[in-house]
């Protein structure tokens, strides 16, 4: 049998191969990794459903496969046997078949333009309330509404008399015309809702390719395809570029004192096997600021014109990694301890790096933090995570003249740059978030880093 790519759930049709795990020759079993496949932001491994001996492998890195390609031919061995026999009328219907469906579904490529309409138009049923009367044996009507009739091309025996007898006036016969035009307008309306599956899909969203370009014309030039992580990284970045008017408000916060904690800390951490960075610190901070500011916490449901404000804390944190940008979430951060924080983001990042990130963990989160520190840099503008209206940028502290009680003293000063969706939020609302961060940031509790 052919064993085919099976559906890769939430609207995923294809992906890039990047390993194949057998060859020719090589036994399989049910639950055997077949290859690994990357869609989206993450790698999947698809496993075998079927026991057998492979015959041929269809695919190789770095090829695109699409649902329902073939991946291999598998010689199927002992009970796979009988489902290739053709079923009988008196066998039971068995749970998964394994035999050819019997006439296959016709697919575009073979059905005919000519005999296949793209789209069927619905039937006069659907009209609901409006319907057309019964045909009437012998209409009783007048010579000039049966000559008025006759130039309107309509049929009297469809039309409904009110005068006794069922006698049919010229104001029954306006009324039917009326009827017939309301009929026409909702069965154009059906029609055009019946056709729309059958228009052709959206091109995806993304900006206009620009001309193109001889650059070997001034030097040599060398070429790389774009992965398929880094369209994706892209086309969404762009599309959340487009649909958010992004604003950044700026500012700086003293971390001495979360730098004196995290050195007074980090062995006691260190004997738990996790090291204490000061991202756990980041996450608490910027949890207890949305708990105050909890328009920072939600989404724009656009269609239903409605904010939806989530009463869950789930932290994107961004990780560079060599393949691209990812975003693990890291799920109800406010009933975490520092300590199971910390090990969760060197957990998430860890995974993160070697590409093993399920899918269902980059999704769901309600704000992103951009930690920068580590790289260098200071001030950036950050680029919301749509579906969620802000985002924070952190960038490298450094140590700064800060006048403090009208003392000139060094301190540990971080940039920040906190991007918002301006439909959602306001300056002033943005202002005020950024302040009471500063301040839970500038007197973080030393009974929460205390294990």
């Known amino acids: 049998m052919d064993i085919k790519l099976p ?28 290859l690994e496949l990357e869609n989206e932001k993450a790698i999947a491994t698809i496993p075998a459903e079927h026991a057998g001996t492979v015959a041929e492998v269809y695919v190789k890195p770095g090829e695109k496969l699409a649902v329902g390609q073939r991946i291999l031919r598998l010689q199927t061995t002992g009970a796979a046997a009988p489902a290739s026999a053709p079923p009988s009328a008196a066998t039971p219907r068995t749970p998964k078949p394994e035999a050819p469906p019997a006439p296959p579904r016709p697919t575009p490529a073979a059905a005919s333009p000519v005999t296949t309409p793209a789209a069927p138009l619905p039937p006069v049923e659907e009209l609901e309330e409006e319907e057309i009367p019964a ?12 000559r008025l009739a006759r130039e309107l091309g309509i049929d009297l025996s469809r039309v409904r008399g009110t ?42 969203a993304g900006p206009p390719p620009a001309e193109p370009v001889d650059f070997s014309k ?41 730098n004196e904690l995290r050195k007074q800390f980090a062995p006691a951490y260190e004997q738990k096997g996790v090291k204490l960075t000061v991202t756990p610190f980041l996450i608490r901070a ?11 916490n939600s989404s724009l449901d656009e269609q239903a014109r409605e904010l939806v404000i989530k009463e869950y804390f789930h932290i994107g944190l961004a990780v560079d990694t060599e393949h691209g940008l990812l975003v693990p979430v890291v799920r109800d951060a406010d009933r975490k301890s520092l300590l199971d924080l910390a090990k969760e983001i060197e957990s998430l990042a860890q995974r993160a790096r070697e590409r093993k990130l399920a899918r269902e963990e980059m999704q769901g989160g309600s704000f992103t933090i951009s930690n920068q520190g580590a790289i260098g840099g200071a001030h950036f503008t950050p680029i919301i995570n749509r579906p969620e209206v802000a ?25 920040l740059a906190l991007s918002y969706d301006h439909r959602v939020i306001d300056g002033g609302s943005a202002a005020r978030f950024i302040v009471d961060l500063v301040r839970a940031l500038e007197n973080f509790p030393e009974e929460a880093v205390r294990l």
């Open 163 to 204: 005068d006794p007898g069922g006698r049919i006036t010229r104001q029954d016969l306006r009324n039917y015309i009326q009827r017939l035009q309301t009929l026409a307008v909702k069965y154009k309306e059906l029609a055009a809702r019946a056709a729309a599956p059958a228009a052709a899909p959206a091109q995806p």
């Open 218 to 258: 001034w030097g040599p030039v060398r070429r790389e395809p774009l992965s398929t992580l880094r369209e994706v990284i892209a086309r969404r970045l762009w599309e959340s570029w487009e649909a958010i008017p992004h604003v950044t408000q700026f500012d700086e916060a003293d971390f001495t004192r979360i």
């Open 286 to 296: 910027v949890v207890d600021t949305l708990k105050k500011h909890p328009v920072f």
């Open 135 to 146: 045909p009437v044996a012998a209409p009783v009507a007048p010579p000039s509404v049966r």
């Open 391 to 415: 985002i924070l940028g952190v960038g490298r502290g450094s140590l700064k003249p800060v006048v403090r009680d009208g003392q000139v003293t060094p301190r540990l000063m971080v940039p």
């Open 7 to 34: 559906p890769l759930g939430e609207g995923a049709d294809s992906g890039v191969v990047v390993s194949v795990f057998v060859k020719p020759g090589d036994t399989i079993s049910p639950g055997q990794p077949l």
